[in-house]
């Protein structure tokens, strides 16, 4: 493939006349049949490095991303520029699924998006098997690292997709990962013939700070007031968002509030809002994450330390995507230390209170003992936390450690279709005396277009397709389930939008419960060592900030940044030596001073006023008299 050939895609294609600083170099690896790691911030054009190689590819490229709504966008874009893409994702009913998976096989898509859940799939595994897969993209592949921040147990199963299409190439590609994590990652996809390709993590355009302040929300008001544009506040908790939120809107400042609390509407709305520049401040949790990448924002305030350095550059990096000058700014107390070990007792409840929270999950789902095998069912965290009195944050992180332990799968938010099954026999069915003749033809379209529907487990329906072949609308569909679900004939479960809690086991007794203590130490251990090096960054008052952060990514830094608080700092203590000789004969020109009047006057550090009194009287420049007045020679 020759270089007019690549840059002649990317201009067919996406009408870019250059490549990126790495593309490039990335593309021709993964067209020469190499797999591929990349470390590149989030915003610097990580989608070009799999969309351009797959182009040119015989075969299907398969995109495995954690983000259902950064998939879809993903989806309508491809389609907007005329490229075959589809995506598979738990909004979908088996049907609509079996007609993608058709289209892959026989050369219909050229993209195809999942989530890592998707794997654990034996349809998805076995139908796998019949396409010609040219690329395998994994995003955010620092998931699959159990050394990294943001591990998750789905991302385990990404292996199988080399097994199962060994001729693939494997592009790897994550924002923010040390080397122990990036080696993992690699070792776990089954990386051969590899190559790292690395963008420095040095953000020079960004202007990094850590201040330790008594009054945070006055800290913020004067960043908000001093500096021009957007920006987003980041707090750990939700209570948090809407508190900031409201203090910024009390003094004349437009801001909103966004956490994973809220209705999916209306945090598309409120992102909408802040994107399109009609609210300038978002103040969130880390559920404003994946998938922000809005360009000109220009600072990102810490009100609350976060749990790692990889979490906090994530974030930080969100502001200055466009090249122009940002500010990240991390707020500090004196208690981060002692509130960083509450939160470590959070993050790792017991493992006797992880076997309480597992018994208590299945008392809310109400399911018996030895029942729930393979049940896929929507789950609100908070909603469980709730009922039976516990922290979310204890509750997600026990649920963490049993997925961990195979029992069950926690997925993200996404929209679930509607779901129905008969609580009647077949031969009941035809003895009911359904009068209404509405009713009647829906369950003889139900039956016609779906399998299983008298089994034991919920049966995913698509509402726009009966409508279809009913000539009903949809809402009306949506009305006639009700009166059957009302009547008992069905069970219906509308469609939601939520996360999905898939159970792989059935119930067991608590005492049957095992917890593997290796990976419970593990994920332990890791979490500290992340809280030390994040501590460690917000204590450390005399090392460059981002040669703190690219030192710690395992980059090899020659120079200090200049712009941080430690350099600035570190300039103007210069400036201020190189100048103090002049100032103490200045101030000792109008009259003599004790040496507490001249350190008074001069201001600063008294300790290097007094070094360079001592020197200048070892010159001569000045003299000091018997009662102790200090004067010019």
């Known amino acids: ?35 591929t790691m990349v470390l590149m911030p989030t915003g610097a054009g990580k989608s070009i490095l799999y969309q351009v190689p797959a182009m040119m590819l015989d075969g299907v490229c398969i995109v495995v991303t954690p983000l259902v709504a950064l998939m879809k966008d993903q989806v309508d874009r491809l389609k907007s520029l005329g490229i075959l893409a589809s995506a598979i994702h738990s909004g979908m009913t088996s049907r609509q699924i079996d007609l993608v998976l058709d289209k892959c096989a026989w050369g219909g898509t050229k993209f195809l998006y999942i989530a890592p859940e998707r794997v654990q799939s034996a349809l998805f595994r076995t139908r796998l098997r019949t396409m010609n897969v040219s690329l395998i993209a994994i995003d955010e592949s620092h998931c699959i690292s159990q050394w990294g921040y943001d591990f998750r147990p789905s991302y385990l199963k990404l292996a199988e997709l080399r097994d199962i299409q060994p001729d693939a190439t494997i592009l790897a590609v994550t924002a923010s990962a040390t080397p122990k994590v990036v080696d993992d990652i690699m070792a776990r996809l089954k990386m051969k013939r590899s190559k790292i390709f690395k963008t420095s993590f040095r953000r020079s355009n960004i202007s990094f700070a850590v201040r330790e302040v008594e009054d945070r929300l006055q800290q913020i008001l004067r960043v908000v007031n001093n500096v021009e544009g957007c920006g987003i506040i980041y707090v750990r908790t939700r209570a948090k968002t809407v508190e900031i939120a409201e203090f910024l809107r009390e003094n004349g ?30 103040v969130a949790t880390n559920a404003f994450g994946l998938g922000i990448d809005q360009a000109n924002v220009r600072f990102v305030v810490h009100y609350d330390i976060c749990g790692s350095l990889e979490a906090y550059y994530q974030e930080a990096g969100r502001g200055g995507r466009d090249g122009k000058r940002a500010y990240a700014l991390l707020l500090t107390t004196p208690d981060d230390r002692y509130k960083a070990q509450k939160r470590f007792d959070m993050e790792f409840p017991s493992i006797e209170s992880i076997k309480k929270c597992y018994e208590a999950l299945f008392n809310y789902l109400k ?3 030895e029942g729930g095998k393979y049940a896929t069912l929507s789950f609100n965290i908070f909603d469980f936390s709730a009922s039976i009195k516990l922290f979310s944050t204890q509750a997600i992180n026990s649920l963490k450690i049993l997925q961990l332990n195979g029992y069950l799968t926690l997925t993200e938010e996404s929209d679930n279709p509607p779901r129905i099954m008969f609580v009647v026999s077949r031969s009941d069915l035809y ?8 009713l009647n033809y829906i369950i003889q379209a139900i039956l016609r277009m779906y399998q299983g529907v008298f089994g034991d487990k919920l049966v995913a329906i698509d509402e726009q397709e009966i409508a279809h072949h009913t000539g009903y609308t949809e809402e009306r569909v949506h009305e006639l389930l009700k009166m059957l679900w009302q009547l008992r004939v069905i069970r219906y479960v509308p469609g939601n939008r939520s996360p999905l ?32 090096s994040m501590l460690r960054y917000s204590e450390t008052l005399d090392v460059c900030r981002s040669r703190s952060i690219q030192e710690y990514f395992g980059e090899v830094v020659d120079s200090d940044c200049g712009s941080c608080d430690v350099c600035i700092a570190r300039k103007k203590d210069r400036i201020a030596t190189d100048t103090l000789p002049e100032n103490i004969k200045k101030a000792l020109s109008d009259s003599q001073k004790n040496l507490k009047e001249l350190v008074a006057l001069i201001g600063g550090d008294s300790s290097k006023i ?21 004067r010019i020679n």
């Open 1 to 35: 493939m020759t270089q007019d050939l690549f840059h002649t895609t990317l201009k067919k294609w996406w009408g870019y006349n250059e490549f990126r600083p790495n593309q490039l170099d990335v593309i021709k690896n993964i067209c020469a049949k190499q797999d």
């Open 253 to 282: 400042c437009s801001a909103e509030y966004y956490n994973g609390g809220m209705k999916y509407l209306e945090r598309s709305t409120r992102q909408e809002l802040w994107s399109s520049g009609k609210v300038r401040i978002m």
């Open 367 to 369: 399911i018996e003992i």
């Open 501 to 532: 809690l898939i159970l792989h086991e059935e119930r067991l007794r608590v005492q049957d419960l095992f917890i593997s203590p290796e990976s419970y130490e593990f994920r332990k251990r890791m979490y500290e060592e992340r809280v030390e």
């Open 431 to 438: 003895k009911i005396r359904i009068e209404r003749d509405e």
């Open 610 to 630: 007094i070094s360079e009194v001592d020197k200048l009287l070892s010159d001569s420049v000045i003299s000091i008299d018997n009662v102790g007045k200090l």
